[in-house]
C-alpha cells in the first residue's frame, strides 16, 4: 500500500467528506509500515475494501413539532465493517451531522470496537436533527420517526446502535420503545438502555471512567499520580460528566468544563456538590453551563470558547471532533500540560496531535482512550442474551480490565525506538491488525 496515493484515492471518490478522510489519513500513516509485511492484504485489496464502508443507509424523517408544523431531517447508519461482530456504534442527533462526520465516526469505531476486544463491528449513525431547544413529547416524535426507517437495518446480531452526541437515555429509551412497537420483540438491539429494561450498570459512566483509567496507565509508564493533579474537561455531557466524577473520587482538581457556547473555569475545583448541580442543570433542565458560572460566581468564557489556554497538568477533551487546535495544542504545551487523553472522537487536529507528540508528552487517541464506553456496550449485550444482570463492581472490573489490556497493545505496537510511546500508532496497529486477520479469513465479498 501507499498510504499517500490511497488517500489521493479516497479524496476524489469523496471530495465533500473532510472528516472522513481526517480519520482514514491518521489510520493509514500509522499502519502503512506494518500493512506491507503482509503481502496478502495487498493482493486481496484489504486497504479499500477496510476504508469504504459496507453499507450507507440514509432517509428522510418526518415528524410533527409542538406547533402542528411538519418537519423534515435526514437520517443516517452507516455499516462500516461486521467481520469481528455484528455492527456496533452510536447514534448522533446533532444539526451538525452529515454522511462525511458519521463516515469518520463508523471507521474510527470498527478500530475502536477491534481493541476492547469484545465481538463487535463498527457502525454509527445519526441526523441533523437537534434535541437542542425541543420539547419531550418533540423528541419522542422524532426518535419514534427516525426509528420507524431505521429498525429495518439493526437487530440484536445485525446491528445494535447506542447513544452518542444528542442521544442519552432518554433518546435510547423513545427509540427502544417504538422498536419493540414496531416488531412485537423485546431484545438487546439498542445499548444504553434504562436499568429497568435491560441497561447494565456502569454504561452511562463507562466512557468517562474508562477514559480516566487509560490515563492512570498512561501516567503510571511515568511513575505520576493523577492525585493532586489539576484537569482541563471539555464538554458537560455524558463523557463529560463522569470524567469529572471519576477524576474527583480519584483525588484530582477539575478546573473547566463547556458547552458549546463557551467553557467555565472554577479555580476552586468542581466539588461534588457542584457536579450534581451540573447533571441536574444539563440531564434534567437542559440549561446552559453558562448558569454554573452565575450560581457558583467563577468566571465565564462565552462566544463558543474553549478551556485550553487556562493552565492545568492534564486535558481531557470530551466534546466533539476537532477541538484542539495547532494554537490550543500549542498553549497546553507551553502551559506545561503533562498528558491529554480524548474522551471524545478525534477532538485533536493533526497538527495538533503533532505538537503533542514532538513535546512528548502522553498522548492517547480516543479510538483507545474512550473505547470503555463501547466495551461496556458490549458487556450489555452479553448481559442481555443471558437475560442476567452483573453487579455494578462486576461491570467496573471488567471495564478496568478491558482499559488495561488496550493500554498494553499500545505500549505493546506503540514503542518507538526512543522508549517514547506512541498511542496513536500503536492503538491503530493493535485494532487493524485482527480486523484485518479477520477479513482474511472471510474470504473476498
Ligand atoms: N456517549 C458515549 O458513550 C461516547 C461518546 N464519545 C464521544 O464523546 C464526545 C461527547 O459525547 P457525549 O458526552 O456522549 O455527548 P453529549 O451530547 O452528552 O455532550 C456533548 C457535549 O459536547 C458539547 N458539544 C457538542 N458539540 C459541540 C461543538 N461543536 N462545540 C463545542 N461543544 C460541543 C455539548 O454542548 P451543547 O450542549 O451546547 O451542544 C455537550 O456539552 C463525542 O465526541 C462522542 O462521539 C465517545 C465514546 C463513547
Ligand atoms: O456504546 C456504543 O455502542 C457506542 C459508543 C460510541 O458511539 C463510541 O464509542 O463512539
Not at 455484528?86 to 469518520?104: A, D, M, Q, T, W
Not at 478546573?255 to 468542581?270: E, K, M
Not at 442543570?281 to 489556554?309: D, F, M, Q, S
Not at 498553549?331 to 495538533?352: F, H, K, Q, R
Request: net charge negative.
Amino acid at each position: 500500500m501507499n498510504a499517500k496515493q490511497v488517500i489521493e484515492d479516497l479524496e476524489k471518490r469523496f471530495p465533500n467528506e473532510p472528516a472522513y478522510i481526517q480519520a482514514v489519513s491518521q489510520v493509514l500513516g500509522s499502519i502503512e509500515d506494518v500493512y506491507n509485511e503482509y503481502p496478502a492484504f495487498e493482493k486481496m485489496n484489504l486497504i479499500e475494501r477496510l476504508c469504504i464502508p459496507d453499507r450507507v443507509i440514509s432517509f428522510r424523517v418526518t415528524w410533527v413539532d409542538d406547533r402542528g408544523n411538519v418537519q423534515t431531517n435526514m437520517g443516517y447508519r452507516v455499516q462500516h465493517n461486521n467481520v469481528l461482530g455484528p455492527y456496533k456504534g452510536g447514534i448522533r442527533f446533532h444539526e451538525s451531522v452529515n454522511l462525511g462526520i458519521l463516515k469518520f465516526l463508523a471507521f474510527e469505531q470498527t478500530f475502536k470496537n477491534s481493541l476492547t476486544t469484545l465481538p463487535m463491528g463498527g457502525a454509527k449513525g445519526g441526523s441533523d436533527f437537534s434535541p437542542r431547544g425541543k420539547s419531550n413529547a418533540e423528541v419522542m416524535r422524532f426518535c419514534q420517526a427516525f426509528m420507524s426507517e431505521l429498525y429495518r437495518h439493526i437487530g440484536p446480531d445485525e446491528d445494535v446502535p447506542a447513544g452518542d452526541i444528542g442521544v442519552g437515555g432518554r433518546e435510547v429509551a423513545y427509540m427502544f420503545g417504538w422498536y419493540k412497537k414496531l416488531t412485537h420483540q423485546w431484545s438487546g438491539v439498542l445499548t444504553g438502555k434504562g436499568l429497568e429494561f435491560g441497561g447494565s450498570l456502569i454504561r452511562p459512566e463507562a466512557t468517562g471512567y474508562g477514559n480516566v483509567y487509560f490515563l492512570q496507565n498512561m501516567l503510571s509508564t511515568r511513575g505520576i499520580e493523577l492525585a493532586g493533579k489539576t484537569v482541563l474537561v471539555s464538554g458537560s455531557g455524558n463523557v463529560a460528566q463522569y470524567t469529572i466524577e471519576k477524576c474527583l473520587e480519584l483525588g484530582a482538581k477539575v478546573v473547566t468544563c463547556s458547552d458549546s457556547d463557551g467553557y467555565i473555569y472554577d479555580p476552586d475545583g468542581i466539588t461534588r456538590e457542584k457536579l450534581d448541580y451540573i447533571m441536574e442543570l444539563k440531564n434534567e433542565e437542559r440549561g446552559r453551563i453558562r448558569e454554573y458560572a452565575e450560581k457558583y460566581g467563577c468566571k465565564y468564557v462565552g462566544g463558543g470558547a474553549k478551556p485550553w489556554t487556562e493552565k492545568a497538568d492534564i486535558a481531557l477533551p470530551s466534546a466533539t471532533q476537532n477541538e484542539i487546535n495547532e494554537e490550543a495544542a500549542k498553549a497546553l504545551v507551553a502551559n506545561g500540560v503533562i498528558a491529554v487523553s480524548e474522551g471524545a472522537n478525534m477532538p485533536t487536529t493533526p497538527e495538533a496531535i503533532k505538537v503533542f507528540q514532538d513535546a512528548k508528552i502522553l498522548y492517547s487517541p480516543g479510538k483507545a482512550a474512550n473505547a470503555g464506553g463501547v466495551a461496556v456496550s458490549g458487556l450489555e449485550m452479553s448481559q442481555n442474551s443471558e437475560r442476567l444482570s452483573w453487579t455494578r463492581e462486576e461491570v467496573d472490573q471488567m471495564l478496568h480490565r478491558i482499559m488495561n489490556d488496550i493500554h498494553d497493545n499500545c505500549v505493546k505496537y506503540g514503542t518507538e525506538e526512543d522508549g517514547y510511546i506512541n498511542y496513536v500508532k500503536g492503538a491503530n496497529i493493535a485494532g487493524f491488525l485482527k480486523v484485518a486477520k479477520a477479513m482474511m479469513a472471510q474470504g473476498i465479498y
